[in-house]
């Protein structure tokens, strides 16, 4: 979507009908971004200029610094066309010295906000992103003189840069962190984020969700143990795995929601005779197929303990066991059934879900983050959602939950009071309010009365409140050690292309997690 200046922006850039290079030009090493702005909807250069500088005829400095810098760094815009700007896009706000410098002496820009909170966060999805712009404007209006520079990432780009900007004295001041040890672990045993625990203590954060929860960001002080000590982390959204279905497409091949895995896996076999793709299926980024993996998992785990003792590197748990090489040749059996979507190793994740989207497939296997924008899609009314169903009704059966990425704080930041604050912010009961409103399911109790039965986000609340009740609560299993991720991916993606056997995948996966416990002297 392009975002094209008001009458206001028009009249201002008569001043670029010559050029878009002031008498002053900016060279890429000695640009400084006091801040990156993602533009949004109702934003234009103008605005943004009175917002940092305090004149909006200042926009010409931003449009030059961010000009420079995506020759360095091509995650900024490149601004061809000042009268328009795209929503997405990363703008660079140089220091006020750069933009008067750039603006020559004719100009002068107004000192920036007193306070730049910088904030790295994952919300790419619009229904997500517009709750996050929505609370960071209600933050800074209750805070004079305090700006919210936001910078958002992809999942993956977070993993990728975190610890290098977090190591930074000029790094964000609050990032958002995947929990377990190959992230907020990692990052608490180099000492890069602050302990929340006093904070939590301050502002009753233990009285928003369940322990169950906080233990998923928490470690012990020197980083040796996970699930336990000082909290480092806290996330406003619960997520977990499931199945979203499509009604209409359910009903006209007969199919109801499955009680048993027994039924779940007769329903896939009746949706793939009539004709339908029964689970839309994209793994092309790897971490698909985790949730796909772990919820077939579910299904053969069989002591309650397992996944938090295997997860949290408690008593002598391995991955080489039945259960788990029953689950990978279940996932192979799928597989060759063709109960996912053909070629589903290259095909991305979002493209899968829009096709989804759109209509086309009968489930996506996936998490609730999706929630949101599958409510604001096409198909918004045919959609539901349930759970993976265990061997027997009602019976015990671990379903992949957590939180969204925790919020976390840099060790070292000056701003680490007002950071507190805003993490504050993002539990409160108006964040809250903006998450429901956005078909997403916060940490806290939802009022069963505002909730419309037979209703996707009725769905998902009834199957949260179920996974608490029940304490079924699992793990994101790639959390177990610092390089489970990258092993448990490669290998999946290997599984799936039945270039390793079933055994040979848990032994991979059991070698991984073998090499940790011995580094660790637990075994």
Known sequence: MKKIMNAVGIVMLLALTFSLSPAYTLAQDEVVCDADVIVQADDWLSKIADKFFGDPLAFPAIVEATNAKVTSDASYAQIDNADIIEVGWKLCIPTAEQAQA???ASATVAPSGDVVLTVWDIWTRDADSQVIETLDREFEAAHPGVLISRVVKSFDDMKATAQLALSSDDGPDVAQINQGESDMVALVRAGLLTDLTPYGQKYGWSDRFAPTLAARNSVLGDGSAYGQGNLYGIAPNAEFVGVFYNKEIFANAGVTVPKTFAEFEAALETLKASG???IMFGNLDGWPAIHTYSEIQGVYITDPLYLDNFVYARGDESFDIPANVQAAAKYQEWIEKGYFTQDFNGIGYDDAFQLFSNGQGAMFLTGTWV?????AGPNADKM??????????GGFKPIVAGT???YTIRKGSPNTDLAAEYLDWMMSDRAMELWIGAGLVPVVKVDPAALEEGTLYADMVNAWESV?????????????TPTFYDTITASLQELGGFQITPEEFTQNVEADYDAWLKEKGLR
């Open 102 to 104: 750039s603006l020559g």
């Open 276 to 278: 339908e793709t029964p």
């Open 371 to 375: 929630s949101g924008e599958l409510s």
């Open 384 to 393: 539901g959602f349930f759970l993976v169903p265990g061997q027997t009704e």
């Open 404 to 406: 969204s990425t925790g």
């Open 468 to 480: 608490l009740a029940t304490n079924s609560a699992g793990h994101y299993i790639d959390w177990a």
